[in-house]
């Protein structure tokens, strides 16, 4: 199956924890995204990157980190900065970030809450 | 960061009923894009838009490009049930932000059998 894959799909993060959501995906794409969602609110992006070893902070950066190691995979920390981490994280790709006519497709999400 | 501005915030309809949502920019866009968002689930591409005045359907759905490249508009004929769900747009802009998406607060639509 082709596709994004985010894990796991609901998580719990403990105060001053660092948490690390997984996004994998296999459509050879060179271009992933990071996006937070809040209720009733569109998305907004935390973190991309265009190419293995390389990432561009979004528009909510703070209190987030990202790495991008290989090719197929952009795992999100969120840590102990992120005062306010509570939301739905969507990781997508796109075959090349810089692009026109750039789609982007997503994964599932994952749910982040604090206890 | 840009955020489109999309309305209705939300809507509840009859099954049957047709359905117009838009967003509009204060930037122009050379693409926009229509998804679907099921709850708990990720957004799904419903059509893509890449020329100013294109009108292009998907089925039950028809989305049209503005003439001035800051706005789109969705339609939904003859809703059904499963249409259930928060439509969001999004818009791409040239230059060094080429490649970005900027999206809508989203629809919220619900239909009532």
């Known amino acids: 199956d082709g596709g994004i894959t985010q894990s796991p799909k609901y998580l719990f993060r403990k105060e001053g924890q660092n948490v690390t959501l997984s996004c994998e995906q296999n459509l050879n794409h060179d271009a992933m995204y990071w996006y937070r969602q809040d209720p009733g609110q569109g998305l907004r992006l935390i973190y991309y990157?265009?190419?293995?070893?390389?990432?561009q902070k979004g528009d909510i950066a703070e209190g987030y980190s990202v790495s991008r190691e290989k090719k197929e995979s952009f795992p999100l920390t969120v840590t102990s900065a992120q005062k306010n981490p509570t939301a739905f994280y969507l990781c997508?790709?796109?075959?090349?970030?810089?692009?026109?006519?750039?789609?982007?497709?997503f994964g599932a999400g994952t749910r982040l809450s604090v206890l | 960061g840009q955020q489109l501005n999309q309305s209705p915030q939300s809507m509840f309809i009859q099954e049957g009923e047709d359905v117009s949502m838009n967003c509009t920019s204060s930037s122009i866009f050379n693409t926009w894009l229509w998804y679907k968002q099921d709850p708990g689930e990720g957004p799904v591409l419903l059509i893509a838009?890449?020329?100013?005045?294109e009108l292009t359907s998907n089925g039950r759905l028809t989305a049209q490009f503005g003439i001035t490249r800051k706005d789109s508009f969705l339609n939904i004929s003859a809703s059904i049930p499963s249409d259930v769900g928060i439509y969001f747009c999004?818009?791409?802009?040239?230059?060094?932000?080429?490649?970005?998406?900027?999206f809508g607060r989203g629809t919220q639509l619900t239909v009532w059998p």
């Open positions: 990157s265009q190419i293995v070893n390389d990432f």
């Open positions: 999004a818009g791409q802009g040239g230059g060094s932000t080429l490649g970005r998406l900027y």
């Open positions: 997508a790709s796109s075959i090349a970030g810089g692009l026109a006519k750039n789609i982007q497709y």
């Open positions: 838009l890449y020329k100013a005045g």
